[in-house]
C-alpha cells in the first residue's frame, strides 16, 4: 500500500499541478468504480474495500497537496541521497513547505545570506517534540545530515528565530533504506 501510495505521489510530482488535479480525480473515478463492483458482487467485502477506499482517497488528496513547487524540485534534483537546498535571508526561510521521504538518510543544504546572524534548521513534530537541530551556522552553507523519522506532517524552525518556520511533509517510501 505505501509502496503504490509513493509511486503514485512520485508520478504526480513529475507533471504540472493542473495535470496532477486531473490524474487524481481520474484515479479516484476508476477505484471508486472497482469498489463499487466488489461490493455489489460479494457484500461481505463492503467494509474492506470502504476502507481500502478511503485509504487511497487519502493518498490522493495528499499526493495532490504535495505536488507543489518545492517537492517538485526536490524530485528533479533527486540523487543517491535525498537532498533539499533551504536559505535563510532576511530573518526568513525561502521556502514555506519540505517535501522528504521518511525513514530515510536525507540531507538539508542549508545556506544563510544573514552574514553574522545565526540561523538553523531544527525539525519538531506537531506537538514539538525535537526530532532534527541542525548546526548554527552565521554565514555560508552547511551541509545536514540525518535520518528522517515516519511519515507525517513536521515543523521545520530556526531555533534562534521562532518566526523562521515551515512544514516539512515525510511521504513513505517502499523500500528501506
Ligand atoms: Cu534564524
Redo the contacts with the bound molecule.
Keep these: 500500500m505505501y509502496s503504490i501510495a509513493y509511486s503514485f505521489s512520485r508520478v504526480l510530482l513529475t507533471v504540472n499541478e493542473t495535470a496532477s488535479w486531473i490524474i487524481a480525480l481520474l484515479v479516484a473515478a476508476v477505484v471508486l468504480t472497482i469498489i463499487t463492483a466488489i461490493a455489489e458482487r460479494v457484500p461481505a467485502t463492503k467494509v474492506v474495500a470502504g476502507i481500502a477506499g478511503v485509504g487511497l482517497l487519502a493518498v490522493l488528496v495528499a499526493g495532490g497537496a504535495g505536488a507543489d513547487r518545492g517537492e517538485r524540485e526536490f524530485e528533479s534534483h533527486r540523487t543517491e541521497i535525498p537532498t533539499v537546498e533551504v536559505t535563510?535571508h532576511n530573518?526568513a526561510y525561502d521556502r514555506d513547505v519540505i517535501g522528504l521521504p521518511a525513514d530515510s538518510n536525507v540531507e538539508v543544504s542549508f545556506t544563510n545570506l544573514d552574514v553574522g546572524t545565526?540561523?538553523n534548521v531544527a525539525i519538531y513534530t506537531e506537538d514539538n517534540a525535537p526530532v532534527f537541530a541542525g548546526k548554527p551556522i552565521d554565514h555560508g552553507t552547511g551541509l545536514y545530515k540525518f535520518k528522517t523519522p515516519a511519515a507525517g506532517t513536521y515543523r521545520y524552525v530556526?531555533d534562534?528565530?521562532p518566526g523562521?518556520t515551515g512544514e516539512l511533509r515525510l511521504t513513505q517510501e517502499g523500500s528501506s533504506k
Design positions: 535563510a530573518i545565526f540561523h530556526c534562534f528565530h523562521m
